[in-house]
């Protein structure tokens, strides 16, 4: 429960921050943002950015589709 677990559809798990990204890409609105996490210096950033979205991750998960892309 310290973490976001995001299983994706090939099996795949990924963990707290580097879930992130992929949670982003798939909430409607916030496709985008995923790019951020693409630049340099992101990853020094990743951390700050997850607490936040854990503290939220009930809501936010609220807006996704589930099954879908």
């Known amino acids: ?6 299983v994706l559809p ?8 580097q879930a992130l990204p992929e949670v982003l890409r798939r909430l409607p609105g916030y496709r985008r943002a995923a790019a951020l996490f ?4 992101a990853r ?5 950015i997850y607490r ?3 503290a939220h991750r009930y809501a936010l998960s ?8």
């Open 62 to 69: 609220a807006g996704i589709r589930h099954g879908k892309k």
């Open 1 to 6: 429960m310290q973490a976001v677990h995001l």
């Open 38 to 41: 693409r630049l340099p210096g």
């Open 52 to 54: 936040r979205f854990a």
């Open 10 to 17: 090939d099996g795949t798990v990924l963990t707290g921050e």
């Open 44 to 48: 020094f950033l990743s951390r700050a």
